[in-house]
């Protein structure tokens, strides 16, 4: 291993044993970790409609506005980070069910790309 994970981006060789030079990718975290100007809990109200009719009501945090996809759900303890940077959960509706998600922040150089996937 070449050393400690980087400060910024993430760098998929540097775990290869006797890699060098290995490419260092944008890592979605670093925008959060630089931002002054992050986008604060809105507190609205808001709405998950199932297909079904059901309807679950809650308070938004994050972006508003109206958003569809396939509802999926992760039962992860941890690694929320790597799950919302995750490509392959683009164009779903992503839902935790662990409570205490988010209890221990977010760390440079672990996501999965340089941007959040999940619709919702």
Do not use: K
Request: charged share 10%.
């Amino acid at each position: 291993m070449s050393g400690a994970s980087p400060t910024r981006g993430f760098v998929p060789g540097d775990v290869v044993p006797g890699a060098q030079n290995a490419p260092t990718f944008t890592d979605a975290a670093d925008l959060l970790l630089d931002s002054t100007g992050l986008q604060q809990a809105s507190g609205a109200p808001g709405l998950l409609l199932l297909a079904d009719g059901t309807r679950y009501e809650g308070r938004l945090f994050g972006s508003e506005g109206i958003a569809q996809g396939e509802l999926v759900f992760t039962t992860g303890m941890c690694g929320y980070q790597e799950s919302m940077t995750d490509p392959s959960f683009a164009g779903q509706v992503l839902t935790f069910t662990w409570p205490l998600l988010g209890n221990y922040g977010i760390l440079p150089g672990i996501s999965e790309s340089a941007g959040v996937h999940p619709r919702g």
